[in-house]
T-cell receptor
């Protein structure tokens, strides 16, 4: 079993939809949680960085961490075609051990 | 049967030393990368190789030299290590699939230069 499981997708939604991207993990030592967005043929860019359980909002993006369920989500409100990309979750322990999910490819259709 | 494996996981060394980080992928991918993750978790691409040929070489000090003996391996050698080199370095690979080019990451190497 992988330490981090991410819904593989691909995910296709109409413009304006609410998108939910999810990852589960098995290592309870993970303390830091990141979401990266990767456009085609570009490197991943950091979208959200959270520590511990709870919600963090940044514009149309909300990152949610539920440590008790070992589950993290990224919500995108009012999705736009420019949100079409691959989204990667990543997690890190206090000791600096990081693990990435395999990514979910999202397409937002106009 | 780890897809992308890099060693070592942790590397603590003195300034001025030379060190190498190794990366291997068993996914049959054509392209491999080295990324540097800073303390704020931003990922910055350093190098990319496609079928053993260098295709991306970002503004990185020439103390960093990648070596790809074959398409399944991409090693990173660092000469004369400096304090600012302390970071987590990630190896990754991908297979060109048109617009769907997913990256698969190794578990990272945490480099601490003292």
């Amino acid at each position: 079993q992988k330490e981090v499981e991410q819904d593989p997708g691909p995910l296709s939604v109409p413009e304006g939809a609410i998108v939910s991207l999810n990852c589960t993990y098995s290592n309870s030592a993970f303390q830091y949680f990141m979401w990266y967005r990767q456009y085609s043929r570009k490197g991943p860019e950091l979208l959200m960085y959270t520590y511990s359980s709870g919600n963090k909002e940044d514009g149309r993006f909300t990152a949610q961490v539920d440590k008790s369920s070992k589950y993290i989500s990224l919500f995108i409100r009012d999705s736009q075609p420019s949100d079409s990309a691959t989204y990667l979750c990543a997690m890190e322990t206090n000791a600096g051990k990081s693990t990435f999910g395999d990514g979910t490819t999202l397409t937002v259709k106009p | 049967d780890t897809a992308v494996s890099q060693t070592p996981k942790y590397l603590v060394t003195q300034m001025g030393n030379d060190k190498s980080i190794k990366c291997e992928q068993n996914l049959g991918h054509d392209t491999m990368y080295w990324y540097k993750q800073d303390s704020k978790k931003f990922l910055k691409i350093m190098f990319s190789y496609n079928n053993k040929e260098l295709i991306i070489n970002e503004t990185v000090p020439n103390r960093f030299s990648p070596k790809s003996p074959d398409k399944a391996h991409l090693n990173l050698h660092i000469n004369s290590l400096e304090l600012g080199d302390s970071a987590v370095y990630f190896c990754a690979s991908s297979q060109e699939r048109g617009v769907d080019e997913k990256l698969f990451f190794g578990s990272g190497t945490q480099l601490s230069v003292l």
